[in-house]
Nanobody
Framework: QVQTVESGGGSVQAGGSLRLSCVAS????????MSWYRQAPGKQRELVAS???????NYADSVKGRFTISRDNARNTVYLQMNRLKPEDTAVYFC???????????WGQGTQVTVSS
């Protein structure tokens, strides 16, 4: 059974930091591209950051220079370090594991991040 479980969300003041973690089980983790998405109330889900099997990273313009995605294949875990948080970063953050070759596309339940001004 495939599971992706996020943790690390919470409430912080603007300018603060949080680190999100996502542990994936039941998949060949190192074969999957891992991504973080977020969805704010009344808005569509959007890509925040992604990291490929080969550790290439990509970021939304709105988080470049503030957020860092990384992965630890030994722990089947992907991280999102979020610094200099802004109120507009408030959203539910979702972890996604995707492999076209293995026909896999898996989502976690999400973790809430709230940034107050």
């Amino acid at each position: 059974q495939v599971q992706t479980v996020e943790s690390g969300g919470g409430s912080v003041q603007a300018g603060g930091s949080l680190r999100l973690s996502c542990v994936a089980s039941g998949i060949m983790f190192r074969q999957f591209a891992m991504s973080w998405y977020r969805q704010a109330p009344g808005k569509q889900r959007e890509l925040v950051a992604s990291i490929t099997r080969d550790y290439f990273t990509n970021y939304a313009d709105s988080v470049k220079g503030r957020f860092t995605i990384s992965r630890d294949n030994a722990r089947n875990t992907v991280y999102l370090q979020m610094n200099r948080l802004k109120p507009e970063d408030t959203a539910v953050y979702f972890c996604n594991a995707r492999s076209t070759a293995l026909s896999g596309d898996f989502w976690g339940q999400g973790t809430q991040v709230t940034v107050s001004s």
